[in-house]
């Protein structure tokens, strides 16, 4: 939240959390009158462009798809979801609402390639998911992001500029959700 604090583009004017004390440190954190425990608020805010979800992944389809329904843009955390079931959701509520941005954060990591990553606690090793062949495969790379902008900045700047016409999501929500579907298969096995 401090990256889109910190560009002129953006107004944060509500906080959410789950928990009271949380959203009203939030709030006076980033010098937010409004918050609430109860995110439906937000939405019914008709001042309210656009809404970033960083809530647990087995939130994020009932969250995107009241959102979407609201008519906000969104910035989904990642991961995309916790489940498969959870993955269909949020692309039905995608489909179902073509003028509205969604920026599915795992975009973020598409810049070091065309294909999904998703990373470990470790910051320099990347777990690589992708099929060969028809079968899901996994592969640990090290990546040295010495030189690299900070991913909450370079992924806030990429939202504003998707908001503004500028650019396009580096991943489409559906590609997203094919990566999800291999790493779901690798996870079973």
């Not at 929500?173 to 094919?178: D, I, L, R, S, W």
Request: hydrophobic content about 40%; some cysteine; glycine content about 2%.
């Amino acid at each position: 939240m401090r990256w889109l604090q910190q560009d002129e583009r953006a107004n944060i004017s509500w906080v959410n959390s789950a928990s009271e004390a949380t959203t009203k440190a939030a709030a006076q954190e980033f010098d937010t009158e409004k918050w609430t425990l109860d995110y439906r608020e937000i939405l019914a805010d008709p001042a309210v462009d656009a809404v970033v979800i960083a809530t647990p992944p087995y939130l994020h389809a009932e969250q995107l798809s009241a959102a979407l329904a609201a008519g906000k843009h969104v910035l989904l955390e990642k991961p995309l979801a916790e489940s498969l079931e959870s993955v269909r959701k949020i692309v039905a509520a995608v489909e179902g609402a073509p003028d509205q941005i969604v920026l599915e954060a795992s975009c973020r990591h598409t810049r070091l390639t065309r294909k999904f990553q998703f990373p470990s606690w470790d910051s320099n090793e990347i777990e690589f998911f992708y099929t060969e062949n028809g079968e899901p495969r996994k592969e640990i790379l090290t990546v040295d992001m010495t030189d690299a902008p900070e991913d909450s900045f370079a992924l806030t700047q990429h939202f504003l500029d998707c908001l503004d016409g500028k650019a396009e999501p580096l991943m489409s929500v559906q590609g997203a959700a094919k990566h999800m579907e291999i790493l779901f298969k690798i996870l079973e096995t």
